[in-house]
C-alpha cells in the first residue's frame, strides 16, 4: 500500500520502478490505462532491464492527466516501452522511443505497428545521449529518463535534454533510493514517491 513517508513522499512498497540494480527480469507488463489499456508488452531477459511497474505507473499517470492531451513525448531508455506507450495510450499526441539495444528496439517496433494508431509511436535505435542532442529545440513537453542505475547517466542525459524540452515542460526521472537525482537549474519538483529501490519524481520546468 501507499504511505506518506518523511518530508511528504509517498512510499509504494513491493511495487518496483524500472532500472532498479536486480537480477535480470522476464514476463509482461502492461498498458493500465487509456485506449490501449491491457495491452501486454513482454519483458526479455535483459541486464538492467527492470520495467516501471504498474502502481508506479498508475501514480505517475495520474499526476501527468492535465498534461497529456496533444503532448509531445520522448522516453530516453526505453527498454519495453511502457512509458512512451502508456502516455499516448492516455493522449499523447507522439512518443520518441530511445532504445540501444537492437533487440529491444525491434520489440518496440513490433508493438507499435501492431497497436490501432501506433503510427504516433517513432521507435528510434542508438545511444540515448547522442540521440537526445540532436533532438530540435522545444520538440517535446514531457520526457521520461530512466537509465540503467549502473550506468550513472543522469546528469549528462538532463543536459542533453534542456534544449529538446519546451518551456514549462514536465520530466520524469527514475533514480536509486540512496542517492536520489536532483532537479537541474531552472527545474522543480512536482511530486515525487519512492519504492524500495527507487526514487521516482516528477519535476516542472520553470517558463
Request: charged letters at 20%; aromatic letters at 6%.
Amino acid at each position: 500500500m501507499g504511505e506518506n513517508g518523511a518530508h511528504g513522499i509517498t512510499r509504494i512498497f513491493n511495487a518496483p520502478c524500472s532500472g532498479a540494480p536486480m537480477k535480470q527480469a522476464s514476463g509482461r507488463v502492461r498498458i493500465v490505462g487509456g485506449r490501449w489499456r491491457g495491452t501486454r508488452l513482454d519483458v526479455p531477459d535483459a541486464p538492467g532491464l527492470r520495467p516501471t511497474g504498474d502502481r508506479v505507473r498508475e501514480t505517475l499517470f495520474n499526476w501527468l492527466q492535465p498534461a497529456l492531451p496533444g503532448a509531445r513525448v520522448v522516453d530516453a531508455f526505453a527498454g519495453t516501452g511502457a512509458l512512451g506507450l502508456e502516455a499516448v495510450s492516455r493522449g499523447a499526441r507522439s512518443a520518441l522511443l530511445i532504445e540501444r539495444e537492437p533487440a529491444l528496439a525491434a520489440a518496440l517496433s513490433a508493438v507499435a505497428a501492431r497497436l490501432p494508431g501506433g503510427q504516433a509511436v517513432e521507435v528510434r535505435r542508438g545511444d540515448a545521449l547522442q540521440v537526445l542532442a540532436a533532438l530540435p529545440a522545444g520538440g517535446f513537453d514531457i520526457a521520461f529518463v530512466d537509465p540503467p542505475f549502473a550506468a550513472d547517466l543522469w546528469t549528462p542525459a538532463l543536459a542533453a535534454l534542456d534544449i529538446a524540452l519546451a518551456p514549462q515542460a514536465w520530466l520524469y526521472v527514475e533514480s536509486p533510493v540512496a542517492r536520489p537525482a536532483q532537479p537541474p537549474a531552472g527545474w522543480r519538483q512536482h511530486r515525487e514517491l519512492a519504492t524500495r529501490e527507487a526514487h521516482c519524481a516528477l519535476w516542472r520546468r520553470d517558463g
